[in-house]
């Protein structure tokens, strides 16, 4: 099969050497991954649930969950939810096959459930959380689902990825991976983090957003004491992965004389205020760069099976990666997948890399190789479907 | 004041000279578009309602609206909706100001319906739409409501803009707007239009994607004669924006022979399995650029007074497009501008310009009238209020 | 067919010689109310929709309709509704027969947009009013459908009925129907209409509650007035139809020197604080009676074709009815009718007929005549249906 | 003070003595019952709060919770719950309490699970009920709340009681306690059970609809054999509080050789197309009595400080209770109460008494002792709020 790859030779200005680059991380408390968490992980349940009981993942998409938040009365030493926060489960789910009813709702609440309770330590599902469900009848194209070898694509739609991370992005993914370790020693960081970095030349100002969690503080002394801690906890973690400066902040918009800080019951701002969505988050690679390209889709709750707008932001995100440790004289590497609706999905419309070099590279071997690494993935393509549904691949 | 405007020149490949180039726009009656269109409206309305009852925009957020798919039966000749399209408004917003109450929901539901009455004329939205409301309480800080002449930055998050268009953007972007004309003469469109561009070198290949209206079109050989007088409009249309060769298909899904078309009853896919949610589509430019750098917030929805989610997109790409017109010999010009939670908005923690020029330039000119051009539109910065509460920007 | 119908003569004070007698009404924009005519009203809907479609009424039930209040300011000269009414129209019915899919949802909200237009001519019905569906899936059993003349019974229950009326029912009934009628002069009087009496001897004390429309009020002076006026009206409709005394008393909890009065923007409480549900007021017959049986069936909303709960209540008191005109020396009958789940309805497990005779009257003849009427009305069962689907018949 | 009370002398046939009579209850697993325990559980968990937090019970009414069926697939052995059910809790309840602010949805939900889960043991809460809450803003009228000793009645309504039971009365209330024991060793016996009634002179008649749990039955056959069983145990139990025949009948439209029978997955109805609302069910005293005065008022979830229409019915019945134990001449006793709105509740507008009495009876002296009681349960009044209050007064 030839496939219509591209490779072409990108002059830029590398990220790195960029004046200003900014980058965000929503942890994974925050009210928009809490959306995507629940989406994916419904959209892998019926997944496994749909193999179990027939033998094939049926037609679904789940990545409309949207998050109504609550309210909230936060204290030193404890505090209390007054109003649940809302989720509304939406999206559409194949509910019939020949005389068997599957229970989506239910695999979908459930799910919700035990989703909520894996990343918010703080929250007690059952009486904070509304979990409600409108989710449609969808239906299968049986001839899909059990003749073809590799589907068809869901609709005509794009992905990108590239590689490597920039010294920049690393800090921002490493930091709220790190806080969310940390938590482990002060309880009193809740999962709503939100890391955020502006790099202006050689200096990366990092600033952190935390809820923090009430119950694990006395007072507002100790709020500012674990504040200072967290920080220099920060400054020392972020050493071991940048080689540029790195100034940290945390909570800047804190004013401890007027009291007003920022605490929280549950650890998230979805107790209080801040609503949260599918794929208005972190991208599929976990997070949002300003000076990268983009995806707009929702890549969490699509079915991993034929949605092209999910298989292909994190296929191209694969073979960029790949080119970068295999390919030795490559710089950054950009995927961008284009799907042709119907089509198998191993053969899309468009395939582009664009790769910056090191000079004097031989660029036709360069081609050559990241061409034969694009069309190895594409032939393996129904990996990315195995570690999907596995869990193995990350969504946000 | 002094404010941390950087310059700098970009050395990369134009967008216009990289071998692949990837936009899409979503119309009107798409359902992420019908998200950002009610979520803005509402969002507009709410700011009139609070000006004339005090005097001030108070604090609101609606930029959650999400929009769950309904059941329908599309038929030649006519069809019909089975179950309702169910729209959350949820969001937040002050109800209470002094001793009067805001009827905020009551607003809410109005503009809505109002809304969709005029972006889908074949809807009945009493009969087909649901619309619920969970619109939190939010409160305003008085102090910043009627005592600062510049409001403060509700958060710290960027903005990112650029100018000017690429030939195929302004393709894509010209298209969904034509086919929107076109529906005057040829009524069978419906709002639901997806235009998908693919430029590889010279050539653009253009994928449309319109949901067509049942009760215009008599029978499937209408469909496809209206689908060929479509096509050759479009094509028509596009010579006179498009020096590169444009190819044009529209709905590549269609099986004429089973007899599998894409066909409606309203004119959109909300109707029957299509959710939508604001911040999911278009940019605030009206596109989806998988060449340019994007911004994640979601534009529409947000309150215009300090959301710099929503000022700072907006207020780039007009920053943008002045550079573009006023400063000769620039090429493309990407803005970026980061908030400080609490700031002024007029004084962005850093405002980046990366432009390339034609060669020879003279930069340090193009960066003092770019930085000039910059702290003018800083200056100015209420008139981006002044004209979203009038409608005059778009957001999606 | 020999039926088991059983007439025995009752020796109890009649309800007119008791010294103490309750009655209520509650009038069409009273929250139950509304509750019980926006049911019925989308049965009568589906009922014909069926018949249409597929020539028979298939199976529903949408009698669970719940009215959740809003939030509103009234003002005298006008006042605004704050949040809306919300509506949930739940229940089930059939949603596919054969290919066909029935637009239940769509059908049922129409419906119900339609029936509070009738009935609350001071709401805007798309502004104020969430008409939300969680209606089920139900199913039909065919056989029952098509085949049978007569169809089963749904379940075992039982209905109630007697005649005649009482004078202070007369009085009760007369006085909430007279003031929909006044309303024509005095547009002030709103639809939720409340009317009590107790009846001590013979002095009959009424007291209404009727929620004043404050746009047609122009100041708490009009409202007394208005009051007075509307008490001095009362009295004289009533004269035509009581020989007791009767004391008339309108909305005694107002407090006018505290400005506390019973104002309202819509004319229904439902539009602040009192929800509503089906089945909840008045009895089939139009009243709530303490000095008589009734049953706890709601009649509303129940399909007319084999739901016992709803046609025996009707059915005995068309039966009460007839035996007390046409046989000359019966006082006061108490029909019941208990059904046996999945027997033909006009063949009742057992139907007991209680009635009061003049002295001296032979009632073996009473008996007789009584038992005929009962089977006649067993034989003409089928016109209750069609009485109900014509609107013909009121449920309460 | 002297009340308004009048006792009256009825001549009527006593019910035992009617040759016809019909008596209903519904367990507490029935739709209706499960929604009347949910707000009757809500409204007491609230009282508790109140009192906790600000010392008084603050205003609140919670009777109109709605249960809307799931879905299900029932099975031997087994089956599974397809959708959940959905409930709304609606209502309203006092939020705000000088500076603090009550968490009244948080807590009527918790109270909801926590009743689910002790009354409907086969059912899993957080996976198969959704518990909505749409519970407005009340706000109480603190003079009210802590200056009076007694409260006013907050509306103009009725209460009917009456002493003492039947024996088919006791009968069926027993039966279906009865099931419930049984349950303990018959693991089989659903919490949905309804036991009907009908007298016919000497014969009771008993139909028992008992939904049956799936993973407690093998087979078609188990089920078979577990309903003689069931038969049998019921008429051991009847013979010891009836002494009229009684026959007793079990799931009378099972058809089982087309293996149609009354399983459940969950013990309820709720699971699979029945709905529930709150004060559709049984009357206060626990049964639905068509040979006696009822009152249309919901009993549950109202509010036991001034809600007169729970207040009324509750006292209605104790007082009757009480003159049957201690008047010894007395036969039947109907007691109704009337209340003035706005006047304290143990002012009742009149109290009236009717009762039969065995012949040569001193009715003046009856009239003085029944006086007395009612007067001495007027003194006491605020005992009926404490049982309320600590759950030793049930309301269905």
């Known amino acids: 099969m030839t496939r219509n790859i591209k490779v072409e030779k ?10 200003i680059e900014l980058v965000e991380r929503k942890g994974i408390g925050h009210p928009d991954s809490i959306a995507d968490g629940l989406a994916e992980s419904i959209s892998r349940a019926l997944c496994h649930e749909y193999k179990s009981r027939v033998g094939a993942v ?20 404890g505090g209390e939810i007054i109003q649940p926060i809302y ?8 509910r019939f096959f020949e005389e068997q009813e599957i229970p989506v709702d239910v695999i979908a609440r459930r799910t919700a459930k035990e989703y909520i309770r894996s990343v918010l330590c703080n ?11 409108r989710i449609g009848t969808g239906s299968s194209d049986l001839q899909d689902v059990f003749k073809r070898k590799v589907p068809g694509a869901n609709d005509t739609s794009f992905g990108v990825g590239y590689a490597p991370f920039s010294e920049t992005e690393t800090v921002v993914y490493n930091t709220e991976r790190f806080l969310m370790d940390l938590k482990k020693r002060i309880p ?11 790099r202006s030349g050689d200096i990366i100002n990092i600033t952190v957003a935390c809820a923090m969690v009430g119950r694990h503080l006395d007072d507002l002394a100790d709020y500012m004491e674990t504040k200072e801690v967290i920080v220099r906890e920060i400054e020392e973690n972020v050493c071991s992965c940048a080689q540029r400066k790195v100034k940290v902040q945390l909570n800047v918009a804190d004013d401890p004389e007027s009291g007003s800080v920022y605490l929280t019951v549950s650890g998230t701002s979805a107790e209080m205020g801040d609503d949260g969505s599918v794929g208005r988050g972190n991208r599929a690679n976990g997070l949002i760069t300003l000076n990268r390209p983009m995806s707009m889709e929702a890549t969490s709750g699509k079915n991993p099976i034929r949605h092209v707008g999910k298989i292909y932001n994190l296929l ?27 089509k198998p999905i191993d053969e899309p419309h468009m395939l582009s890399i664009q790769t910056t070099v090191k000079e004097g590279a031989n660029y036709s071997q360069v081609q050559a190789e990241a061409e034969q690494i694009a069309n190895q993935w594409l032939d393996d ?16």
Chains 1, 2, 3, 4 share one sequence.
């Open 188 to 198: 009193a960081i809740g999962e709503d983090v939100k890391v955020m970095a502006m």
């Open 58 to 77: 049926l037609h679904h998409n789940t990545d409309e969950t949207q998050v109504v938040a609550g309210r909230s009365c936060p204290a030193f030493g």
């Open 10 to 19: 990108l002059s830029q200005q590398p990220v790195e050497e960029q004046m």
């Open 123 to 133: 929250i007690d599902v059952s009486d904070h959380v509304i979990l409600d469900c």
């Open 87 to 94: 989720v509304l489960l939406s999206g559409r789910a194949t």
């Open 381 to 396: 393509i129904l990996v990315i479907q195995e570690k999907l549904m596995k869990g193995e691949l990350k969504t946000f």
């Open 316 to 342: 191209s995100t694969q073979i960029a990666n790949k080119i970068v440790s295999e390919v030795d004289e490559v710089g950054e590497v950009y995927v961008r997948i284009l799907s042709q609706i119907g």
